[in-house]
C-alpha cells in the first residue's frame, strides 16, 4: 500500500500525546486508589490560517482524524487537495495546508465555516448537503461485498481482544476497518465521530478502497454514522450497538448492511441481509439420515 510519502498525498506530521492520565478517587468501600482515565484535549483545526473547528479527541492520530473530518464533512474530496496537515499539541492546534487554497469546496471556498466545541458525538455536520448528496453515495451491487457468519464473529472477537485505551480506562469509543477476519487498521477516541473520521484518513492516505471491507465500531449506528461510513464506500457496518431509525432508513436507501447489537455470538441485521451468509449454528442443523 502507498505510504505518506508517495507523491501527490499531503505530508504529515506525526503527534503524540498521552491518551490516559492518573486520578484519584474513592470506591464504593471507601478506600481510596488511583485508576486512569482517557486524556482529552481539543484540537483546533486551521485551513489555510481560517479556524474551522475545535475537535474534541483522544489524539491517538491526529493527522489522520483531521484529514478523515475534511473528507466526510466534504470539504475536501481528495487527500491530494491537501499539501500538508501539521498538528502542534503545545497549542492544540491543526493546520492545514491546501494546494490551490480553499477552492475544494463551497464552504471553504466563500468561509462558510463553523466552529464546534464538541466531543464527536456533537458534531455540527453539514447535514442539510450530506442529504442531497445521497444518491451518489448508495453502495453497488451485493456482489462487491460479502460476509458470513463465521467471518463476522471473528472480526467481533479480534476487536474485543485488541489491546486498547477502553481495557484500561474505559471511556472511549473504538473502530476498526477489517479485510474479511483481517484487522487492518484499529483506533480509538472519545467520540464515535472521530474514530470513524480517523479510519477515513488512514484509507484515505493508504488508498485503501471500501468496497470489499468491514467497518466495526462500538458506536450507535445514527444518520451521520450511516452518511459516513457510505462516503468512505464501506457497505458493511458492524456495531456493538443499536441503531437509530434515521440511521436504519438511510441505510436501506443507500443499499448498506447494518448489524448491531453484535456482542459474544449474537448480532442483529437490521439491514441489507442479502450480504450476509448465514449458516444456521451447530445446535439447530439436524443429522443426516
Known amino acids: 500500500m502507498p505510504t505518506e510519502r508517495d ?12 491518551l490516559t492520565q492518573e486520578i484519584r478517587v474513592l470506591d464504593a468501600a471507601g478506600e481510596e486508589r488511583t485508576i486512569r482515565i482517557p486524556d482529552e484535549r ?13 475537535l474534541m ?41 491546501t ?19 464538541g466531543t ?26 460479502r460476509i458470513d457468519r463465521v467471518t463476522l464473529l471473528a472480526a467481533l472477537e479480534r476487536m474485543r481482544a485488541q489491546p486498547s485505551v477502553y481495557r484500561e480506562a474505559g471511556s472511549v469509543h473504538g473502530t476498526a476497518l477489517f479485510h474479511g477476519s483481517e484487522l487492518l487498521f484499529f483506533v480509538e477516541d472519545v467520540g464515535r465521530h472521530n474514530a470513524v473520521d480517523t479510519v477515513a484518513g488512514w484509507m484515505a492516505m493508504h488508498a485503501v478502497d471500501g468496497g470489499d471491507k468491514l467497518l466495526l465500531t462500538t458506536g450507535r449506528l445514527t444518520s451521520e454514522m450511516v452518511i459516513k461510513a457510505a462516503r468512505m464506500r464501506v457497505p458493511i457496518v458492524v456495531s456493538r450497538n443499536g441503531i437509530s431509525a434515521m440511521g436504519h432508513s438511510l441505510a436501506e436507501r443507500l443499499a448498506m448492511t447494518l448489524v448491531g447489537r453484535a456482542t459474544g455470538r449474537r448480532f442483529l441485521c437490521y439491514t441489507g441481509a442479502s450480504r450476509v451468509d448465514l449458516d444456521p449454528p451447530a445446535a439447530m442443523r439436524q443429522p443426516l439420515r
Not at 507523491?7 to 498521552?18: F, I, N
Not at 481539543?42 to 475545535?54: A, G, M, Q, S
Not at 469546496?105 to 466545541?117: D, H, I, N, W, Y
Open 7 to 18: 507523491p501527490g498525498l499531503p505530508r504529515l506530521t506525526r503527534a503524540t500525546a498521552s
Open 42 to 54: 481539543p484540537l483546533t483545526i486551521y485551513v489555510d490560517k481560517r479556524e474551522l473547528v475545535t
Open 57 to 97: 479527541t483522544l489524539g491517538q492520530y491526529p493527522e489522520w482524524l483531521v484529514l478523515g473530518y475534511l473528507l466526510n464533512q466534504r470539504l475536501i474530496d481528495d487527500g491530494r487537495q491537501l499539501a500538508s496537515v501539521t498538528v502542534d499539541w503545545s497549542v492544540d492546534s491543526a493546520a492545514v495546508r
Open 99 to 117: 494546494r490551490a487554497g480553499t477552492t475544494g469546496s463551497k464552504a471553504l471556498r466563500t468561509g462558510a465555516v463553523r466552529p464546534v466545541l
Open 120 to 145: 464527536g458525538c456533537a458534531q455540527a455536520t453539514m447535514f442539510a448537503e450530506q442529504m442531497a448528496d445521497l444518491g451518489t453515495m448508495r453502495q453497488p451491487a451485493v456482489d462487491g461485498a
